[in-house]
């Protein structure tokens, strides 16, 4: 089981650190995704991390969200800065085990989801 956690209200222009840790298993093992979803819209990729530290992300994001993680922990964060009204959603960590391939921007790629947690940004 994947738990989410960090989500609040922020200003535009604010910062957020998300964080997804694991009950019953190490991260160590696994790829990290973050999706998004907001109310009325598919969900969709946010960022992803490899075992090895390898990131991706898409345009909409780069330069703002940065994905790390933290075996000593067992978590993978989420620093989101510069944040817009658009970047509220509900996001979600999902974790797939060994290679994460070319499809780490699908869900379908992932294996296990948490519950999610709410990011509103607004004035």
Do not use: H
Not at 8 to 21: D, E, I, K, T
Not at 72 to 91: F, G, H, I
Not at 98 to 112: D, Q
């Amino acid at each position: 089981q994947l738990v989410e956690s960090g989500g609040g209200m922020v200003q535009p222009g604010g910062s957020l650190r998300l964080s997804c840790a694991a009950s019953g298993f190490t991260l160590d093992y696994y790829a990290i995704g973050w999706f998004r979803q907001a109310p009325g819209k598919e969900r969709e990729f946010v960022s992803a991390i490899t075992i090895n530290g390898g990131t991706f992300a898409p345009d909409s994001v780069k330069g703002r969200f940065t994905i790390s993680r933290d075996n000593q922990k067992d978590a993978v964060y989420l620093q989101m800065n510069m944040l817009k009204p658009e970047d509220t959603a509900v996001y979600y960590c999902a974790a797939k085990g060994g290679l994460l391939g070319s499809y780490y921007y699908a869900t379908f790629a992932y294996n296990y989801w948490g519950q999610g947690t709410l990011v509103t940004v607004s004035s």
